[in-house]
């Protein structure tokens, strides 16, 4: 299949494997699950009974005072008391194969095609690190939230794009499925999607 370039007005081919798929909801749903559970801290801890301080005697006497039966402090239908089913640090990570994982970023980018929400540049060069001449620039191409493909970052586009709001730049080897669909539009260059089509080979 063929990609068009933007401001060369040619077409670029590329690979139906990568940018011809068919869309697997399911697969693009857990990987991003994964990767979302990822970034979780899965720092959360409380204490059980066991590990509440205090308690040691009975708080009352078992007979005559005509209230419950009582036999520590710590006990979870207390106030204060320890937890009956304690949260503890844990990891929230999942194995996902790397041939899943192509699989998903394959699919999501044949999707984006499909919708036609992937815009293909020749180059995307500034003259300067200024963040209105990027505005400009993405403005003429109709482009809002949009998230920028490049092979490496250029420092003069890196510091264009960091004050504005809603557009993200990211390196090949930084491509995440959640960026893919954190944004309305992608914006990829030529040596990008070839480097692209490379890695998911």
């Known amino acids: 299949m063929k990609l068009k370039v933007i401001n060369g007005g040619a ?38 009974k066991a590990e509440v301080s205090g308690g040691g005697r009975k708080p009352r006497p ?27 640090p844990r ?24 919708r036609d929400q992937l815009v293909v540049t020749q180059e995307l060069a500034l003259e300067a690190p200024k963040t209105k001449l990027l505005a400009e620039k993405l403005k003429s191409l109709g482009l809002g939230k949009t998230l920028i493909v490049v092979e490496a970052i250029e420092e003069k586009l890196f510091l264009a794009a960091r004050n504005l709001p809603h557009v993200q730049v990211l390196p090949v ?21 070839k480097m692209i089509e490379e890695r998911l080979q």
């Not at 005072?65 to 008391?81: E, K, L």
């Not at 080897?173 to 999607?193: I, N, Q, R």
């Open 11 to 48: 077409e670029l081919a590329v690979s139906d494997t990568t940018f011809g798929r068919e869309y697997n909801e399911a697969l693009v749903h857990q990987i991003i699950t994964a990767y979302r559970n990822a970034g979780r801290s899965g720092t959360k801890a409380q204490l059980t």
């Open 62 to 88: 078992q007979k005559g005072g005509g209230t419950s039966r009582a036999g520590s402090i710590r006990s979870p239908i207390w106030v204060g008391g320890g937890r009956a089913f304690a949260a503890k």
């Open 91 to 114: 990891s929230f990570e999942q194995k996902v194969n790397r041939k899943m994982y192509r699989g998903a970023l394959q699919t999501m980018l044949s999707e984006l095609v499909r």
């Open 173 to 193: 080897a930084a491509l995440d499925p959640l960026s893919l669909v954190s944004y309305d539009k992608v914006l990829m260059t030529v040596g990008a999607v």
